[in-house]
């Protein structure tokens, strides 16, 4: 959760400091490094084995990993958006409350 709050955070400080131009090629750097990241950690440390010892159903052990990997990619999809959309919900609230 707090990697989420610490991104939330760099969102709305994009988003305050910069200008448009800058914003777009500071959000593609960040999702580069995010997407490789996850890669890293998706192919090396929590990779599921391609095979268990028997006697373990393969249909159900084949379902259960496509779950876990819809998951894990809804979970970093959904969570990057709501991140995004709260920094912009942010920077709109301080706006209307300025002078």
Known sequence: MWIGALE???FF???WFFDEEHIAALFAVWFAFKVAAKWEAWS???QIPSALPQP?????YLVARR???AKTYSTFVA????NILAAVFAKMVLKLCEP
């Open 8 to 10: 939330r955070a760099a």
């Open 13 to 15: 400080l994009i988003l």
């Open 44 to 46: 090396n440390i929590a």
């Open 56 to 60: 373990v159903d393969e249909l159900e």
């Open 67 to 69: 779950r876990l990997a």
């Open 79 to 82: 969570g990057a958006l709501i």
